[in-house]
Every structure is written in C-alpha cells, then in structure tokens.
C-alpha cells in the first residue's frame, strides 16, 4: 500500500476510534468494532497498531502530530517569541478540542494508570519539551530572563490551559471559540512574560 493510502486509512481507522470511545468509552472500542466501524480487516488493525494500547497511543501521537512538526520546524534563525505567540493558540485549541478531550477522559476512567501514562509519554512529554527549548532560546537572546526552562515550561502551561482542560473533560464547559482561544492565548502570554521577568529579578 502507498504511504498516502496508508495514512488515509488511519485517519479512517482513527476516527472510528474516536467515534467508538466517545459513544461506548474505551472499554467498549475492541479492535474489532473499530474494525467495523471503520471498513477495514482486523488483521490490518492488530499489523498496524499492535494492539488496542497501541491505537491509542497512535491516537496520542497524531493528534499531537501537527504542534510537534511546527516546533520541530523551528529554525535557529527564527524568533523564539514570535514561534511561541504562534504556536500557543494552535496548542490551546489542541489541547481543549474534542480529539484530546476524549483521550483524557479514557484515561481519566482508566484505573490501571496506563493510558494515563501513554497520554503523557505520546503527548505532553514530546511537546513540552520543544516548548523549552523556544523558552531557552528566548533566555539566550535576552528576550525573558535566564530562568529554568522545565519551570518556565509550567508557568507558561498553568497561565495558558489553567484548569480548563479539566473542565472540558468533566462537561463544566463546552468547546471554546476561536475568538476565545486568540484572548486566552494573548493574556497567558503576556502574563508570561511579566511573570518571568518578575520570577528572575
């Protein structure tokens, strides 16, 4: 099969996924009734993904997929800041969208800890990172004041996020706007930088 026609086909496949696990939760999404549900053998899915821990993590790292290329993309060249102001709502809007939002409320009813811990590993743990290093970068330049990035990382996340993710996945808020997104993101980052500033003086 063409490279193409695969990642067609997972994208089929995942949104089956999705369907299922917000219709029956992750219990009730056996590689079988997304097999069904999405057109396609379930040898294909068992080759494809290993097993259901396995589509759920691809779950994880494709949703994740488009705020870790645009980091990866950053050139030396370019102003942290600006690819920081860039990427916040991009994120924000991952983060609190239904795709992610489904993920977590898997993981959340998840007693073992498991999917909890392939929610971190697949998502958080791949982007934050990349996240530090712009903050890093900034530091460098003389932009924000030299300060650790793991710790600026956080501020950065609680101003920006807050406890609105964990709102989403309890049903207390609905899905924000994009207008809501651009706000928040364009107080977090000011907030963020008045907050770095007055943390390293």
Same mark, same amino acid.
């Not at 997304?34 to 821990?53: C, H, I, M, P, Q």
């Not at 691809?58 to 993309?73: E, F, G, K, T, W």
């Given at each position: @099969?063409?490279?193409?026609?695969?990642?067609?086909?997972?994208?089929?496949?995942?949104? !089956?996924?999705?369907?299922?696990?917000?219709? $029956?939760?992750?219990?009730? @999404?056996? /590689?079988?009734?997304?097999?069904?549900?999405?057109?396609?053998?379930?040898?294909?899915?068992?080759?494809?993904?290993?097993? $259901?821990?396995?589509?759920?993590?691809? @779950?994880?790292?494709?949703?994740?997929?488009?705020?870790?290329?645009?980091?990866?993309?950053? $050139?030396?060249?370019?102003?942290?800041?600006?690819?920081?102001?860039?990427?916040?709502?991009?994120?924000?809007? /991952?983060?609190?969208?239904?795709?992610?939002?489904?993920? &977590?409320? !898997?993981?959340? !009813?998840?007693?073992?800890?498991?999917?909890?811990?392939?929610?971190?590993? &697949?998502?958080?743990?791949?982007? /934050?990172?990349?996240?530090?290093?712009?903050?890093? %970068?900034? !530091?460098?330049?003389?932009?924000?004041?030299?300060?650790?990035?793991?710790?600026?990382?956080?501020?950065?996340?609680?101003?920006?996020?807050?406890?609105?993710?964990?709102?989403?996945?309890?049903?207390?808020?609905?899905? /924000?706007?994009?207008?809501?997104?651009?706000?928040?993101?364009? $107080?977090?980052? %000011?907030?963020?930088?008045?907050?770095?500033?007055?943390?390293?003086?």
């Amino acid at each position: @099969m063409r490279e193409e026609n695969r990642q067609k086909r997972q994208r089929e496949i995942e949104a !089956a996924a999705y369907r299922l696990i917000g219709e $029956k939760g992750y219990d009730g @999404m056996s /590689m079988l009734a997304v097999a069904k549900a999405a057109r396609a053998s379930n040898e294909t899915l068992y080759n494809w993904y290993g097993d $259901k821990a396995g589509l759920f993590r691809a @779950m994880v790292s494709n949703n994740a997929a488009d705020i870790q290329r645009q980091l990866s993309a950053v $050139k030396p060249d370019d102003d942290p800041l600006v690819e920081l102001s860039a990427i916040a709502p991009r994120l924000l809007a /991952m983060l609190t969208g239904e795709r992610a939002i489904a993920l &977590n409320r !898997a993981a959340a !009813a998840d007693p073992s800890g498991e999917l909890g811990r392939l929610l971190a590993e &697949n998502g958080r743990s791949v982007i /934050m990172p990349l996240i530090g290093d712009l903050i890093a %970068a900034a !530091a460098d330049r003389g932009q924000l004041r030299s300060v650790s990035p793991g710790q600026a990382v956080e501020w950065f996340l609680s101003l920006l996020v807050g406890d609105l993710q964990v709102r989403r996945v309890t049903g207390a808020i609905r899905e /924000m706007t994009p207008q809501e997104i651009a706000e928040r993101s364009e $107080k977090a980052l %000011a907030a963020f930088h008045l907050l770095v500033r007055a943390q390293a003086n």
